[in-house]
């Protein structure tokens, strides 16, 4: 083989890079068809009742428009997911604010605002559920009593969940009735018992472009009915909206057509909510006879689709003297909105990752998806991780100091480290170690020097500084058997010209989807980067190679990628006489050839589970991801007693994500995860009155700017895996998990308090530190955590 | 776009005097930069129909300084403001102010006389120019005989309720103009805003001040943003600070002097950006901030 150097882990440009720099890339809203309408979206204004009537006013010329309702849907009125409870268009029930109601279409998008004015929605209003609070003691009240369902908001489906909660999960570290005993037993013989509470907000995705699509309808022009639909969009995952599409037109899949066009952002928000954007344009296409574009604008798009889901987690742990985990519990909550949507597989997630880095030798992670009436909350970078893993960083320090451990030390005493096994009885095989990890992190950070400086310097200044850690890590991929389901198929095709062509649904938004899949190609045919082309997202064209979320692309699609091109290499060499090394222009000849004597030449490759993974999805047990991100992220914060504002001074994030492909990139998303990471923690919240999102636009719903944001030093510790392309695992989630516990842990270190929920503004520092100068007895413990390490502490708040 | 662009009018007269004569009969409403009512149509909730754009008359666009004052006209844009070196030095808090208001384009825009009209409790330069003893002139045009008519006032009149002012229908702010600080003056301005950029005040203070001989404050002129519901000066807490002394022994008892005057004349109010109870604290810090940074 020639010597050249490397393709994977250079940083080439990226492969649509040239016409985004010069404005020449084309997004939906860039995009007409001739004859397009415009569509608009008629929403429900209560969160929960039933409809009573619908008026048109009389003003308006409604023939001019097509208007669609529930009736009109010739499939199933369902947004696809396992229980078919999410509605297209609500037909009489409202089970949230902005529930699409009526859809409307005109060839001049400045009729729709009038006609929308023009549409008069009377309800029976009931009273909402807006909290996981408020769902439990429905939930109670239900118990107590069975007529008692005046609250009840989902009834529990076919496909599992039970009345107010769309899922639960139990996860044990083996079997159920043996380590209930041994938890009781750890439990007893715990020198520190130590419990606490931690809550995380809703988060909007902010993607650059809203979400958007173009839907046409092909009408047999005898009998009107739709023949098959083709929808074009800014979306992470086409196969979904394909497969939304077949039950919403009871069409088989190869007459639905969707095309993934340029997309200005996603992070898991244009996961699943293209599937109900997607199908009301569709519909819409049918009843107008025309194609039909909907762009949300930024406060519909806001107000109307998916966040991250709130949540609420309680650590109940049994640590020893020497500080050792001996046990514990974890209740995981977390509040899934009006609908089931992705919510189980978030749960999932936040169920597996909630035991983090840590050996323990006994744990019970119960979790559950409550409903309320709040717009279903979906999918975002992180999935559920950063919940429990905000939970669990939090807690560890709260546990160091309440034992009289420095954070570092107690963590290094419960690391995972190789050949052990995770919560879930997976054996760690491939190398890691967060010892270094830490080590490495503190150092390059000055941790140990800030923190004495800090301890010195705070004690004359009205800003009080602090630094904090998190160590934490995220499962690559989907979870357990899901990856095995997914069954993914990816093409590689060398073209006529004797060019090799990618063909996948994964999808580029922004994160580097096309440039790292076409490295892997390029390296592993021995071809120049530039060599290699990559087909538009076209489900009439490509394969289903799953979807484009669960930092998947790089380490399972890469690896099909990879698989791929070495089977035409392999075909080239024994049906094309391609020699053994090769040059670039023996490439081209030995295709050309291949192409000439026997046509065209396309490698398929399948998903190949490894033989060794194994799960049970009913145990909950097992190897839960092919592989893990390991990091260690440290902030730096100084609390401005004068304002009570907390600003992020400087980030060290420093992760073990296998082989790094294209070094720009991986730093650029880390960067970028970090600083929605910060405004998780200190800036993003959304406010909800009655279930309405009060602050559904940029001015009110506040995300940190440049102005905002600390230098962010990114740094990677690269140990290849097994399982990636190269080497490579998942990136894209991880750097959302680490912030927020990072910038809490350090404002405790700042300040002696300890807070435990965000978002935390300034407005939340104020009333903890006024509450505590007011009544001082109450707050003694909270400014100084440390207490007699004879003593037993059990924190009152907490019922488990 | 929550409106229907269709729907609205939009007058540009070549001159002022041509506007005036438009704006007279009181039915249309003036826009400037447009950086607030652009975002008022966009959002469907410009009431105003008619517009009358005054953006491009050179009339109104200039700094005029002489030896005790400087005067800006309505048109000047918040990049004209910090542009200008004669401002940085005399009225840096004015300078500041400007810096803080939206993105670099919006300050392109945006014209001091819309962000004083405009008339946000919020908004980031009245502060300043309240203590800094503006006055603003005021003009129209009678509406039978088309003369000119001009009246002056004080600022700190200027703003009489929530987003009411002194403009009478058909009336222009004309020019602002600001007498010179001593170079004795002592100047300080914080915003505490929802985040570093692109924020609207939670609540702002502007001070201004000149120490004695005896570690007294021999003049003191505070306003703030956010604490009612206009810009206002803060007259009873400049009363409890007149003459109080800064010297070591007294400070502690001018500063809580000073922070219960400010919390009996604070009263702001709960909204989206934040709470009543956060905005009179940290307005108070930012007093006893000032206070503590003035020589004693």
């Known amino acids: 083989m020639s010597e050249t150097k490397s393709i994977l882990g250079s940083s080439p440009l990226r492969k649509e890079g040239r016409p985004k720099v010069l404005g020449a890339a084309q997004y939906i809203d860039d995009l007409t068809l001739p004859g397009m309408w415009h569509g608009a979206t008629v929403r429900s204004t209560i969160a929960r009742g039933t409809i009573r009537s619908i008026t048109f006013a009389p003003h ?83 118990i107590n009593d069975p007529n008692d369902t005046d609250n009840i908001i989902w009834p529990g489906s076919s496909e599992g969940g039970t009345p107010n909660c769309f899922k639960n999960y ?5 079997e159920a009735a043996p380590t209930e005993s041994a938890l009781v037993e750890a439990f007893e013989a715990a020198d520190f018992i130590v419990e606490g509470e931690y809550t995380t907000g809703a988060q909007e995705q902010l993607y650059i472009e809203p979400n958007g699509v ?60 293209p599937s109900v954007i997607g199908s009301h344009a569709a519909l819409l296409a049918m009843k107008s006879g025309h194609p039909v574009k909907i762009i949300y604008d930024r406060g519909e798009d806001m107000a109307a689709t998916t966040k991250r889901h709130p949540s609420r987690t309680r650590l109940r742990t049994a640590v020893s003297r020497d500080g050792k985990l001996l046990g514990g519990t974890i209740d995981v909550a977390i509040d899934g909105g009006a609908y089931a949507t992705l919510s189980p597989v978030v749960l999932s997630r936040a169920t597996i990752h909630a035991p983090g880095p840590y050996k323990w030798p006994h744990l019970r992670v119960r979790s559950k998806a409550m409903a309320t009436n709040i717009p279903p909350h979906g999918a975002f970078r992180g999935f559920g991780a950063p919940q429990s893993l905000f939970a669990l ?70 800003i009080k500084r602090g630094v904090g850690f998190a160590a934490f890590m995220h499962g690559t991929g989907f979870t357990g058997s ?28 922004g994160q580097g989807t096309n440039t790292i899949l076409c490295q892997v190609a390029a390296e592993a045919l021995h071809l120049p980067y530039d060599d290699i082309l990559i087909h538009e997202v076209d489900t009439a064209a490509v394969p289903n190679s799953g979807p484009t979320v669960a930092s998947r692309t790089a380490m399972i699609v890469g690896k099909l990628v990879e698989r791929a091109a070495n089977e035409v290499l392999a075909t080239l060499r ?71 504002q907390v600003q992020v001074t400087r980030f060290d994030a420093l992760q073990e994500v296998g082989r790094v492909l294209h070094p720009i990139l991986a730093k650029g998303q880390i960067e970028g995860g970090i600083a929605q990471g910060i405004g998780y923690a200190l800036y993003e919240k959304c406010v909800y009155k009655d279930g309405h999102l009060m602050n559904n636009q940029m001015t009110n719903y506040i995300m940190p700017t440049s102005a905002d944001l ?91 | 776009m929550h409106s229907d662009p269709t729907q609205f009018a939009l007058i540009a007269p070549a001159t002022l005097s041509e506007a005036l004569a438009l704006l007279s009969n009181g039915r249309h409403t003036p826009i400037a930069g447009g950086t607030e009512l652009m975002v008022a149509l966009a959002a469907g909730r410009l009431q105003q129909k008619s517009l009358v754009s005054i953006n491009h008359l050179p009339e109104l666009r200039f700094i005029q300084t ?5 005067t800006l006209g309505a048109n000047t844009t918040f990049t004209d403001i910090r542009r200008n070196p004669t401002i940085a030095a005399e009225l840096p808090l004015l300078t500041l102010a400007a810096s803080w208001t939206g993105s670099i384009a919006n300050q392109n825009r945006a014209t001091l006389g819309g962000n004083i009209c405009n008339a946000s409790p919020a908004a980031d330069t009245p502060p300043a120019l309240l203590v800094y003893d503006a006055a603003v002139t005021l003009i129209s045009a009678n509406p039978e005989t088309r003369e000119l008519v001009e009246r002056t006032f004080p600022y700190a009149e200027f703003h009489l309720a929530y987003k009411r002012t002194l403009l009478h229908p058909g009336e222009l702010l004309h020019s602002v103009t600001i007498p010179l600080p001593t170079p004795a003056h002592h100047h300080f301005i914080r915003k505490v805003g929802t985040r570093n950029a692109q924020a609207i005040s939670k609540t702002a203070l502007a001070a201004i001040a000149t120490v004695g001989d005896h570690h007294t404050l021999t003049e003191v002129r505070l306003a703030a943003a956010s604490l009612a519901d206009r810009p206002v000066r803060l007259y009873t807490t400049e009363a409890a600070l007149l003459n109080a002394s800064l010297a070591a022994a007294d400070i502690t008892t001018t500063v809580l002097r000073a922070r219960a005057a400010l919390a009996s004349e604070s009263c702001p109010i709960d909204d989206i950006r934040s709470t009543a109870a956060y905005r009179t604290a940290v307005a108070a810090n930012l007093l006893e901030q000032f206070l503590r940074t003035l020589p004693a």
């Open chain 1, 170 to 174: 139990q996860m044990y570290t083996g």
């Open chain 1, 482 to 509: 899901g990856e095995r389901r997914l069954n993914s198929l990816v093409h590689l095709d060398i073209l006529a010209d004797g060019r090799p062509q990618v063909l996948v649904s994964s999808t580029e938004f």
């Open chain 1, 214 to 273: 173009i839907a046409e309808c092909d009408l047999d022009p005898v009998t009107g009915h739709v023949r098959g639909v083709t929808v074009r969009g800014s979306m992470q995952c086409p196969y979904y909206l394909v497969h939304a599409l077949t039950l919403v037109f009871n069409l088989p899949e190869e007459k639905c057509r969707v095309i993934q066009v340029e997309t200005g952002g996603a992070f898991g928000g244009k996961e699943d909510f």
């Open chain 2, 66 to 70: 002489t030896p005790t004052a400087i």
């Open chain 1, 574 to 644: 024994t049906q094309a006489a391609l020699p053994t090394p090769h040059t670039r222009e023996q490439f081209i000849a030995a295709a050309q050839r291949h192409h000439a004597q026997q046509g065209f030449l396309r490698a398929s490759v399948r998903y190949e589970p490894p033989a060794k993974i194994f799960w049970d999805d009913d145990l909950y047990r097992g190897d839960a991801y092919p592989g893990y991100a390991w990091a260690v992220y440290v902030a730096e914060v100084a609390v401005d007693l004068n304002t009570y």
């Open chain 1, 60 to 142: 308006i010329n409604w023939s001019e428009y097509a208007i669609v309702r529930a009736s009109d849907i010739p499939g199933e009125n369902a947004i696809v997911h396992l229980p078919k409870d999410h509605p297209c268009l609500a037909a009489r029930e409202i089970n949230h604010v902005a529930e699409p109601i009526l859809l409307l279409a005109h060839p001049e998008k400045s009729a729709l605002l009038a006609a929308k004015a023009a549409i008069h929605i009377d309800y029976d209003e009931l009273p909402g559920i807006f909290n996981i609070e408020a769902s439990e003691a429905a939930v109670a009240a239900f």
């Open chain 1, 710 to 800: 600390p230098d962010i030093h990114v740094t990677f510790e690269e140990v290849p895996s097994l399982h990636g392309p190269g080497g490579a695992k998942g990136i894209g989630e991880l750097p959302m998990d680490g912030p927020a516990p990072a910038i809490l842990n350090a404002i405790e270190n700042a300040t002696g308090i300890g807070f435990n929920s965000i978002p935390l503004l300034p407005e939340d520092v104020y009333e903890r530190l006024t509450s505590l100068t007011a009544r001082p007895h109450g707050g003694a413990e909270d400014l100084n955590p440390v207490v007699d390490q004879a003593t037993r502490t059990e924190s009152p708040e907490v019922n488990a």
């Open chain 1, 393 to 462: 960083e939090r807690h560890m320090d709260k546990i160091a100091y309440t034992i009289g451990f420095t954070p570092e030390e107690f963590r290094r005493r419960n690391f995972l480290s190789t050949g052990d096994h995770t919560a879930t009885g997976q054996p760690l095989v491939e190398p890691v170690d967060m010892h270094h990890l830490l080590t490495r992190a503190l150092a390059d950070s000055g941790y140990h020097a800030k923190r004495a400086a800090f301890a010195e310097s705070n004690q004359h200044s009205r």
